[in-house]
């Protein structure tokens, strides 16, 4: 396989995830599931409605870009977009883990904490 192949692939891929990702924002047809991220970062639910369609349209004009002519800039933007999307989508739900799992914990753990103020 080429590497022209392997640039065909990855371009293809990039571009079929950012368009479909993109087009659900666009629409907004998982507000609901994403919304809870947007308000973490300090929007309003008036500003997150608005802030979601620009997000997915950027999202599907970028994808395009990629596959008709890539431009490095717009790659890195993808990947660093593609990255931080994901480590939040982890990480609420390992705070959210750590937080319901605190109630049940031994009092070690605030032991531990207390010995560690002194």
Known sequence: MSLLNVEAILRIGAC???IGHGWIAAF???????KKFLF????????????????????????????????????AWMTAWAFSTALVCVGIKIIRRVLAEL???PPRHRRDACSMAW
């Open 16 to 18: 079929g995830c950012f």
């Open 103 to 105: 109630p049940r914990r």
């Open 40 to 75: 973490s970062a300090g929007f309003s639910e008036a500003e997150a409605h608005v802030l979601m369609p620009i997000i997915g349209w950027m999202d599907v004009l970028l994808a395009l870009a990629t596959l008709i002519r890539p431009v490095e800039l717009f790659s």
């Open 28 to 34: 907004k047809l998982e507000f609901s599931g994403w």
